[in-house]
């Protein structure tokens, strides 16, 4: 016979509300399930009618934030395998067990140690059982049952939002929506009215009113004006238990911003403006503002301006600025004072967006009158173009003509022009123009490889006012030539095996070239005619700017010929033909069974002690720099040991060697003629030192012809720095001076005047001493002392 255990969970509910009884646990064995009732009835006895294992259990209610100061009761468990001996344990498990519900192991009874709260948690489900205290084991299966909180009215209404912002348009009907306000309540909504919420307004009326069950705010006065009041705040309260007396309540506030639309047309603060322009103001120049007022705000408020009529049409425009809705006035054609002077302008304000519902409060629109006066300047001259682009080609002779600009005065003057070239942008002065017709033209050879463009800047300037100048750029392009052979692309040097076959592929060339054709370079190869048809390598053109050197023979031998140079031709497809040749170099080597590579050194197999030959070039090299050193050194000390002729003070020949000695009278013009230092072309360029004695000839340095108004001081201390720096000037040179007489001569005074008050007769007859250059001299003083002897 089958044995059934059970056990019995009693609960004790603390206030007068019946129980419901709701199925809640499954099957806990493989019987089939049938249905058994637990009731519980005040403090009565329970009665258990069980079939089989099945068992089911209510849910029951348990008040939320109990204020009692013991635990709140919530049941017994108790099991008919409970004789009291203590045997049993009671376990509890589940939603809060051990913390907020506790049971007493040996009893049964369960109690709430905690305030619940049924907002943080309205539903506990826990998990009872009944073990053998010695063993461990369940005496009966796990049963489960809920405890549901009981809601109370704990909870006031609270907003979404503790600020609300909300917009609607000024001159709005009645009825507009404006914004919709929700409150949430914590309560329980399924039970009583504690859930229930209900909205009025507080502050805000009247102009806005709002729905008691929805909270939908809408507008309740009739045209309110944003130009007039823009911001208004209004206070909402939700009540919960339909707004009856008792309920709990919650406020926000919502702030309502009234938004613009287009009720105000623009307004010209003054009927008639004046303004100034200059006659050189550039299309595009502002001239003046203009501003028309409008009470709106945003786009509404936008303002178009334009030119409906006057004078100037044509020469001016009005464009709005978007940030300050400001009219400006611009320059649209250039003006010219001598043409109009003055110019009347009617300048129109309007809105571009307009509603249609206010086009009765009248146009949207106001004009005004603008008056514009144009001022006279010395303009600068004005280039035919803002650019100029011209194209040389790289192989132009110097003068070679470009190209030319033009420039002229604006004014009625018409003033002449002079044109220049900005030399900060030609530093290395290639270019050149002539400044009357302005003429580009070069003055130095140019090259296409160095600089493709040259960018220079002409300067026009009046020539009666040179202050009134004017700037062009100039883009000159340089055309190819062909002027550069082309060459190896790299140094090839390449090796060949001693057991090389016949037509092998030893090495591919390539190619570049500076130029740049328009068709694209092609170049081909072929060997140079020195090498003959007798050359052990021949050349294949792959008609693809690449050549390639093939072997004509089978086998080459090192110890014959270890390096063979191969000349190569190259040339172009252009016009004129460009052709260089380069040389390859290929060494014999020998090569392992897969064409590796292995010694290419026969000298090592033939002079094993002997110098490679560059080491003999290096050699002998060195010894030629070495002889040509020393011949240097002896020419040098050769030179040093010049002597001039004139070995003392005291012989005095054709020219004064030292400075501050007097010339040799007025007939002396051939020592040193003054003329020269005025007009230096008259110096004979053959004219030889006569202090030294000459050993070489050489050429004589031509240098510049000085203008007429040169001065001999700065024409003198021009030759002393251009000898100073000339490497074929004598050591020394001589030098008189006759804008000055010196002091301290050798041959004293010659003046007459002075030889007055000299004490005692003087003998001249040292003046015949000196040469024919002084022979008058001698006569003059040796007469006045034979007039005085007789």
């Not at 305030?115 to 998990?127: A, C, G, Q």
């Not at 105000?264 to 403006?273: A, H, M, V």
């Not at 060697?657 to 003054?674: C, H, K, L, P, R």
Request: hydrophobic letters at 35%; one cysteine or more.
């Amino acid at each position: 016979m089958r044995t059934y255990r059970y056990f019995l969970l009693l609960f004790w509910v603390g206030q007068p509300y019946p129980t419901f009884s709701t199925p809640l646990s499954k099957r806990t064995s493989g019987l089939p399930a049938k249905k058994r009732a637990l009731e519980l009835s005040g403090n009565s006895k329970n009665e258990l009618n069980r079939s089989k294992r099945s068992w089911m259990w209510n849910q029951f209610f348990l008040l939320e934030e109990y204020t009692g100061s013991d635990y709140q009761y919530v049941g017994k468990l108790h099991s008919d395998q409970d004789r009291g001996d203590g045997s049993l344990k009671y376990i509890l498990s589940g939603d809060g067990a051990g913390d907020l519900f506790i049971i007493n192991e040996n009893t049964g009874d369960i109690q709430a140690t905690k305030r619940l709260d049924r907002e943080e948690k309205p539903v506990y489900i826990l998990r009872a059982q009944a073990v053998n205290r010695r063993t461990g084991r369940p005496v009966e299966p796990e049963s489960e049952f809920i405890i549901k909180i009981h809601d109370i009215n704990d909870n006031e209404p609270i907003f979404t939002k503790e600020v609300y912002t909300a917009t609607v348009p000024e001159m709005s009907d009645v009825g507009t929506f404006v914004v919709q306000v929700t409150a949430t309540d914590a309560d329980d909504p399924t039970y009583g009215n504690s859930a229930k919420v209900v909205y009025s307004i507080l502050q805000g009326q009247p102009y806005f009113s709002v729905e008691s069950e929805t909270g939908i705010i809408k507008t309740a006065l009739l045209n309110m004006d944003r130009e007039n009041r823009e911001q208004y705040q209004v206070v909402i309260q939700a009540k919960d238990m339909g707004g009856q007396m008792g309920g709990l309540s919650g406020t926000t506030t919502v702030n309502i911003t009234l938004t613009d639309v287009n009720d105000n047309p623009p307004r010209f603060s003054q009927s008639t403006y004046q303004f100034k322009t200059l006659e050189s103001s550039p299309p595009g120049t502002p001239i003046g503002r203009i501003k028309a007022s409008d009470a709106d705000m945003g786009e509404n408020a936008e303002i178009e301006y334009s030119i409906t009529e006057g004078e100037g049409l044509d020469m001016f425009d009005i464009i709005t600025d978007q940030d300050t809705q400001e009219g400006i006035i611009t320059v649209k054609k250039l003006l010219d004072f001598e043409k109009k002077k003055v110019y009347t302008l009617k300048v129109e304000a309007s809105n571009p967006h307009v509603e249609p519902r206010f086009l009765y409060l009248g146009p949207f629109k106001d004009s005004a009158t603008v008056r514009i006066t144009v001022e006279d300047v010395d303009e600068p001259p004005v280039f035919s173009k803002v650019t100029y682009i011209l194209q040389i080609r790289e192989d132009a002779q110097i003068n070679t003509t470009i190209g030319s600009v033009s420039a002229q005065d604006p004014d009625a003057a018409r003033n002449p022009i002079k044109y220049s070239v900005d030399r900060h942008t030609d530093m290395d002065r290639i270019f050149n123009i002539d400044s009357g017709n302005g003429s580009i033209f070069t003055s130095k050879l140019l090259d296409r490889e160095t600089v493709l463009w040259h960018n220079i800047t002409v300067i026009a300037t009046e020539i009666n006012n040179p202050k009134q100048s004017s700037r062009v750029p100039l883009y000159i392009k340089v055309l190819d030539v062909n002027d550069n052979a082309p060459e190896f692309a790299d140094f090839y040097e390449t090796f060949v095996c001693e057991k090389a076959k016949a037509d092998q592929l030893i090495q591919i060339l390539r190619a570049i070239d500076k130029d740049d054709p328009y068709s694209g370079h092609q170049f081909s190869f072929s060997l140079a005619p020195e090498a003959g048809s007798g050359s052990n390598f021949s050349i294949q053109d792959n008609k693809d700017n690449t050549a390639g050197i093939l072997t004509r023979k089978n086998g080459y031998n090192r110890q014959d010929m270890s390096t063979y140079l191969l000349p190569v031709v190259i040339s172009d497809n252009d016009y004129p033909v460009q052709s260089s040749t380069g040389t390859v170099t290929v060494r014999v080597c020998a090569c392992d069974s897969h064409g590796n590579m292995q010694s290419c050194h026969a000298e090592a197999l033939i002079h094993p002690t002997g110098l490679s030959t560059g080491a003999l070039v290096a050699i002998l090299l060195c010894i030629v720099i070495l002889l040509v050193t020393v011949v240097l050194f002896a020419a040098l000390r050769r030179q040093r040991k010049k002597e001039p002729l004139i070995i003392s003070k005291e012989d005095i020949r054709d020219n004064i060697v030292s400075y501050n000695d007097e010339g040799g009278g007025e007939e002396d013009t051939q020592a040193f003629d003054i003329g020269t230092l005025r007009n230096p072309e008259a110096i004979e360029d053959n004219k030889l030192r006569r202090d030294i004695v000459p050993e070489a000839l050489f050429l004589p340095r031509r240098t510049p012809t000085a203008r007429d108004n040169t001065d001999v001081r700065d024409f003198i201390n021009q030759r002393l720095k251009e000898n100073d720096t000339d490497p074929t000037a004598p050591p020394y040179d001589s030098l008189a001076t006759y804008a000055y007489e010196g002091t301290g001569s050798v041959a004293d005074s010659l003046s007459s005047l002075e030889s007055v008050t000299m004490d005692g007769d003087q003998d001249y007859d040292y003046l015949s001493d000196w040469g024919p250059r002084f022979k008058k001299l001698a006569d003059m003083y040796g007469g006045v002392d034979s007039d005085k002897d007789s």
